[in-house]
């Protein structure tokens, strides 16, 4: 699947020069970290158990979820270290920032894992979560008929390389059999989205929440069925933080400690749902309570699947989507992008926690 030539110069340019800015300059953060072999005798390493006091690490939060589920829950206080917190929207963001030093691990999406990966950048997946796969939908612009993946020919789609929702557009035309060149990809920063397809500077939105409920405002606003779109999405987002900060005694310690918190806290939503509605998504998000209730009721389950052959797998798939469109610069592994020691944490803390590991057969 490729794109008409004027347009994929366009975009592989784009992206093969930022991803490659990223490549040189993570490599000099990392002491020039062979990206064949990431991380090392690292991960030989078991992980420290022991915090030293002193330790501080800097989460790259997004929409400040992760922040409002560690204090909603409790378990902020908890931690044997001290969180600093900052915010930004997508993962190339977060990216930049690792690539300067700037936060220590984040949660994201399923994608910008892999761009990390092509980039050379070493920043491990040391934890996952899974909500309902019908997360992300096709939003439709006002005036715009679009029922069926086949309707997207033709159509201006809003793309973001680097998230999830690159990986959603890519799997909803693989899906209805469509090429990158048979559509106009319009490359966007995710926080411009809601306007682009609310205006009709694009036809297509791929959205998730809150941003789809604030677009269904819209007088003639529609999403494309989720019986169309049903396998485009995964509902997979991850925990990743920085190989320096695996490889420091402390900060891996750290990071030990606030995997086993991500999966209570996010394990306290799904037992707290009324009044994760009302925190998050009321006071936090500004959202009315209805809109609330419909987002929490829409997103299921947290689940916490183990970092395992099955995990890396379905990473794979997602990555060899992304290759087969061109966007991706080089092939990657998936389990290059794994830091499996964290793996005995997420099970100990599951299963401690009465969560699960997978969501439930539908």
């Known amino acids: 699947m490729h794109q008409p030539r004027s347009l994929a110069a366009r975009l592989r340019?784009?992206?093969?020069?930022?991803?490659?800015?990223?490549?040189?300059?993570?490599?000099?953060?990392?002491?020039?970290?062979?990206?064949?072999?990431?991380?090392?005798?690292?991960?030989?390493?078991?992980?420290?158990?022991?915090?030293?006091?002193?330790?501080?690490?800097?989460?790259?939060?997004?929409?400040?979820?992760?922040?409002?589920?560690l204090r909603a829950s409790?378990?902020?206080?908890?931690?044997?270290?001290?969180?600093?917190?900052?915010?930004f929207i997508g993962g190339p963001e977060i990216l930049e920032?690792?690539?300067?030093?700037?936060?220590?691990?984040?949660?994201?999406?399923?994608?910008?894992?892999?761009?990390?990966?092509?980039?050379?950048?070493?920043?491990?997946?040391?934890a996952a979560y899974q909500t309902d796969p019908k997360g992300i939908k096709l939003a439709v612009a006002p005036g715009v008929t679009a029922t069926r993946l086949t309707d997207l020919k033709g159509k201006k789609i809003a793309y973001a390389e680097g998230t999830a929702q690159q990986?959603?557009?890519?799997?909803?035309?693989d899906k209805a059999g469509l090429s990158t060149s048979d559509?106009?990809?319009?490359?966007?920063?995710?926080?411009?989205?809601?306007?682009?397809?609310?205006?009709?500077?694009?036809?297509?939105?791929?959205l998730n929440e809150p941003r789809l409920t604030r677009f269904l405002r819209t007088p003639g606003a529609t999403v494309i069925p989720d019986s169309e779109t049903e396998g485009t999405y995964f509902g997979l987002?991850?925990?990743?933080?920085?190989?320096e900060a695996t490889q420091d005694p402390a900060k891996s310690a750290a990071l030990r400690a606030l995997v086993a918190a991500f999966v209570r806290s996010f394990q306290w939503t799904n037992i707290h749902r009324d009044e994760w509605a009302r925190i998050y998504y009321i006071e936090n998000q500004k959202l009315s309570a209805e809109d609330a209730g419909r987002i929490v009721d829409s997103l299921g389950e947290f689940t916490f699947p183990r970092l395992d052959q099955h995990l890396i797998d379905q990473q794979q798939a997602t990555i060899d989507v992304i290759d087969a469109a061109g966007q991706l610069p080089r092939a990657v592994d998936a389990a290059d992008g794994f830091?499996?020691?964290?793996?005995?944490?997420?099970?100990?803390?599951?299963?401690?926690?009465?969560?699960?590991?997978?969501?439930e057969k539908r």
């Open 13 to 69: 340019h784009r992206s093969v020069a930022v991803l490659l800015a990223v490549a040189t300059v993570g490599m000099a953060l990392t002491g020039c970290t062979n990206s064949d072999e990431p991380g090392g005798a690292a991960l030989d390493t078991p992980l420290p158990t022991e915090v030293p006091p002193g330790t501080t690490l800097v989460i790259a939060d997004q929409q400040e979820r992760f922040q409002t589920a």
């Open 74 to 87: 409790g378990e902020l206080e908890k931690l044997p270290f001290k969180v600093e917190f900052a915010n």
């Open 97 to 126: 920032a690792f690539r300067a030093g700037a936060a220590d691990v984040a949660p994201v999406g399923d994608v910008p894992p892999i761009h990390a990966l092509a980039a050379g950048q070493d920043v491990p997946i040391i």
């Open 167 to 173: 990986a959603a557009v890519l799997r909803a035309l």
């Open 183 to 206: 559509v106009e990809l319009v490359r966007l920063q995710l926080a411009d989205f809601n306007d682009a397809v609310r205006t009709g500077q694009v036809d297509i939105a791929p």
């Open 237 to 243: 987002g991850y925990l990743y933080a920085r190989r």
């Open 339 to 359: 830091d499996q020691r964290f793996d005995e944490v997420i099970g100990q803390t599951v299963t401690a926690a009465g969560a699960r590991f997978e969501q």
